[in-house]
């Protein structure tokens, strides 16, 4: 059953309309309409309060409510459809005899396991607690997102891995990204991942390779933003962790779980969040690995191109200044505005800026780290704090490792084959960081690579992980006469972040 603690009722309604996919099987993306909760003949239905569970029969969603009559039907059918619709918090499920009613602003989430043969997709929605709001983020995912979508090859399915280059929206952004690929498994002599446009975007890829590490069993391994591996034999878990208003955050950030950390937003002036850690410090260590997973929310893309729809019909203008101007320039405003998680270490004179989190997109969650140099940290303690933009990252755990580097065999492999969606081989494309790009400017587009296997090593684990380089264009119709004088003001730190959460604000009020 899903967790929830009191904050997560606050996220509950924060997650008004933000939609949010797990994927399990090979299936392209689709938004989940509101009207999908309503009763479909073939679908079991299964209410998960706090403390409480319900199954239900005759779902139907009427004037902001859902309502459905307790049934008690045999064990489901592995070829049935079961939708899981969690709620926070228990006292607004009402029973009246065998019905049973929810006001839907109160789901917090809702699953549909949907079985296609030996397949199963599981598409998870945060449903809205303002109907306006809903269909906006519902629109935003169809015609919207993000960055190139990769599935690996296992033997039976291709499965999810996450994003590329997430954030890289300028060809001056074009970056390097390091996605660990959990699911791949040799087939036929060859890993197989697959590059899919699946968002009205044109995407730029210019290199796939595959990392390949042979390691001790007891041994993690990670590669930074730097391309720099890391091997990880002992992660610590905060000893404290607390948000800006000072509530503890050490549950939701302990572990990978059900448990996780998204922004309070009050009616203050705070705009910008920050997670305060502290860890253990060994006695000389000189250095530590932050290791963070977790995802930028929806809210982050919803609010990116609400921003883009300020510049009317001169969004192409804007495009192409953006692409004049310098990487550093950009990378000055993103983090200006909040956008990537950047980390402060506490040193002996004072917080100092260590580094920052490349945005790992929404989609799913990333496990990332960062080197910190301990050099003036003398006492029993490292404090970090994790600072972005309120409702910008969605974050499940935070954990430090102190070991020395081990031993690991790595293997770089560049691809065997790439052919795109029409078997046209587009190899060269992919095989140099260089000035050939595999261009994906449709949502149809999808390109198969292949990798050689390299022999096994005994009494080793093995961990796989993408590198790749690109860049990309979102595509906008965008039209009306944008309003100068407004937008200037985006050039002032954090004017971004104050016109997300005024957005939020708005949204917020509208539904309750």
């Known amino acids: 059953m899903q967790k929830y603690s009191e904050y997560q009722k606050t996220v509950a309604l924060f997650l008004a309309g933000l939609i949010m996919f797990t994927f399990s099987g090979c299936?392209?993306?689709?938004?989940?309409?509101?009207?999908?909760?309503?009763?479909?003949?073939?679908?079991?239905?299964y209410i998960h309060g706090v403390n409480s569970a319900y199954q239900i029969n005759n779902a139907v969603l009427?004037?902001?409510?859902?309502?459905?009559?307790?049934?008690?039907?045999?064990?489901?059918?592995?070829?049935?459809?079961?939708?899981?619709?969690?709620?926070a918090p228990d006292s607004v499920i009402k029973k009246d005899g065998n019905l049973v009613s929810i006001p839907f602003e109160n789901i917090a989430k809702a699953e549909i396991n949907k079985v296609d043969g030996a397949q199963t997709m599981i598409i998870s929605t945060a449903i809205a607690a303002g109907t306006l709001f809903a269909i906006a983020l519902i629109w935003l995912l169809a015609?919207?997102?993000?960055?190139?979508?990769?599935?690996?090859?296992?033997?039976?399915?291709?499965?999810?891995?996450?994003?590329?280059?997430?954030?890289?929206?300028?060809i001056p952004l074009e970056r390097n990204d390091y996605l660990p690929l959990k699911s791949i498994k040799p087939v036929d002599g060859l890993y197989k991942i697959k590059l899919a446009n699946e968002v009205?975007?044109?995407?730029?890829?210019?290199?796939?390779?595959l990392l390949v590490f042979d390691h001790s069993p007891e041994t993690a391994i990670m590669v930074d933003k730097y391309g720099k591996t890391?091997?990880?034999?002992?992660?610590?878990?905060?000893?404290?962790?607390?948000?800006?208003?000072?509530?503890?955050l050490k549950a939701e950030l302990s572990g990978y779980d059900s448990l996780r950390y998204i922004s309070q937003?009050?009616?203050?002036?705070?705009?910008?969040?920050?997670?305060?850690?502290?860890?253990?410090?060994?006695?000389?260590?000189?250095?530590?690995?932050?290791?963070?997973?977790?995802?930028?929310?929806?809210?982050?893309?919803?609010?990116?191109?609400?921003?883009?729809?300020?510049?009317g019909n001169r969004y192409d203008n804007w495009k192409e200044k953006r692409n004049e101007k310098s990487q550093e320039e950009l990378l000055k405003w993103s983090?200006?505005?909040?956008?990537?998680?950047?980390?402060?270490?506490?040193?002996?004179?004072?917080?100092?800026?260590?580094?920052?989190?490349?945005?790992?997109?929404?989609?799913?969650?990333?496990?990332?780290?960062?080197?910190?140099?301990?050099?003036?940290?003398?006492?029993?303690?490292?404090?970090?704090?994790?600072?972005?933009?309120?409702?910008?990252?969605?974050?499940?755990?935070?954990?430090?490792?102190?070991?020395?580097?081990?031993?690991?065999?790595?293997?770089?492999?560049?691809?065997?084959?790439?052919?795109?969606?029409?078997?046209?081989?587009?190899?060269?494309?992919?095989?140099?960081?260089?000035?050939?790009?595999?261009?994906?400017?449709?949502?149809?587009?999808?390109?198969?690579v292949t990798f050689h296997v390299p022999p096994p090593v005994p009494g080793m684990s093995r961990s796989v992980i993408l590198h790749s380089k690109g860049n990309y264009e979102i595509l906008r119709d965008t039209k009306g006469k944008p309003d100068i004088a407004y937008l200037k003001t985006?050039?002032?730190p954090g004017a971004f972040t104050r016109f997300s959460k005024e957005h939020f604000l708005q949204y917020y009020q509208k539904g309750n």
């Open 335 to 448: 983090f200006d505005q909040g956008m990537p998680l950047a980390v402060y270490l506490e040193t002996d004179s004072g917080l100092k800026f260590a580094d920052y989190y490349n945005l790992p997109g929404p989609m799913a969650d990333k496990a990332d780290i960062l080197n910190l140099d301990l050099s003036g940290v003398t006492g029993d303690k490292v404090n970090i704090s994790l600072v972005a933009g309120l409702l910008f990252w969605d974050i499940d755990f935070v954990g430090m490792d102190f070991s020395d580097g081990q031993k690991v065999v790595k293997t770089v492999l560049p691809l065997s084959s790439a052919t795109d969606e029409n078997s046209k081989s587009v190899s060269e494309l992919l095989l140099r960081d260089d000035d050939l790009y595999l261009i994906q400017p449709e949502v149809t587009n999808e390109t198969s």
């Open 27 to 45: 299936y392209t993306l689709k938004g989940i309409h509101k009207g999908e909760m309503q009763y479909t003949a073939g679908r079991y239905y």
């Open 143 to 170: 015609k919207e997102g993000s960055c190139p979508f990769i599935y690996s090859e296992d033997g039976s399915s291709a499965r999810f891995e996450g994003e590329i280059y997430s954030g890289a929206t300028a």
């Open 265 to 311: 937003v009050l009616r203050d002036t705070i705009l910008k969040d920050t997670i305060s850690l502290s860890f253990e410090k060994p006695h000389n260590a000189t250095s530590a690995k932050l290791v963070v997973s977790g995802k930028n929310t929806m809210w982050l893309d919803f609010m990116f191109v609400k921003f883009t729809d300020l510049f």
């Open 490 to 492: 985006f050039l002032e």
């Open 200 to 209: 009205k975007e044109i995407q730029n890829t210019n290199l796939t390779e």
């Open 62 to 87: 009427s004037n902001g409510v859902l309502t459905g009559s307790i049934t008690y039907l045999p064990e489901p059918h592995k070829k049935k459809d079961i939708v899981h619709i969690y709620v």
């Open 230 to 248: 890391h091997t990880l034999t002992d992660i610590k878990k905060p000893l404290s962790a607390t948000d800006c208003y000072g509530r503890s």
